[in-house]
């Protein structure tokens, strides 16, 4: 009897992550709703903690199921997709009248958009690949830059906010490869390589919390823009 309770934790403890993920998105949308805007954007930080641990908890103790993934996938609509439009809008976006309220509306439906399709394609898809923009990614751009904004505070930075929200929405459905660290291949010919950027990282967060997240998820996007601008020139290349 024991051990069939165990059993049953072990399924559920990925899921308790989860229900995490949706409770403090939506402590964040309610921080946003009050004017409390770095904490809301704090609480979008530490939704993708929790977001990152379910799916690796699941993994470890090979309790994937169906009903995890359809559940993860409503948890990042609530944390990575309401909660940073929410926040936007209350921020920064409100000030840009019905353009602001638009930007909001079009990251949370193509960061929905994001959702449905990997459910439907990941099956198919290399797991060392996105395509799009990952919408916690997306959720951590947003956040990073509206607090850039709001320690600014320059009219024009908004503006460039604003810019940025309809591109990262783009970019969530866009055809555009971005990698993924789901599943890091750590031989001794990578071990070194992932170290050093993984102290890197650390002591810019030690340094600058939000200014790490801020380059960090940035170089990220445009990595990925890069990389795909970079792969289309070679392809009209090859064909002139």
Known sequence: ????????????????????????????????????????????????????????????????????????????????????????YFAIGEGFGKLGSLAAAVYVVFGAVRLARFNVTSLSLEPSVFIGVPIPTAAVFSASWILTALYLKSSFFDFIVLVNIFLIALLMVSNIRYPS???????????????????????????????????????????????GFYHFVLKRKSKL
Do not use: C, W
């Not at 072990?10 to 403090?24: G, H, M």
């Not at 004017?35 to 993708?48: E, N, Q, R, S, V």
């Not at 990282?201 to 890069?226: D, Q, R």
């Open 1 to 88: 009897m024991q051990k069939d309770n165990k059993l049953q934790f072990i399924y559920i403890l990925p899921n308790l992550f989860t229900a995490a993920s949706i409770f403090v998105g939506t402590l964040s949308i309610i921080n946003a709703a009050n004017g409390h805007f770095a904490k809301a954007a704090y609480l979008i930080f530490l939704a993708l903690f929790f977001d990152g641990l379910d799916g690796r908890v699941a993994r470890l103790t090979k309790t994937t199921t169906k009903f995890g993934a359809e559940f993860d996938s409503l948890a990042d609509i609530v944390s990575f997709g309401v909660a940073p439009a929410v926040l936007f």
């Open 181 to 227: 660290f789901k599943k890091i291949d750590l031989k001794k010919a990578n071990v070194r390589k992932v170290l050093v950027i993984l102290i890197l990282l650390f002591s810019l967060i030690y340094l600058n919390p939000i200014g790490a997240l801020f380059i960090a998820s940035t170089s990220y996007v445009l990595f990925g823009v890069g990389r």
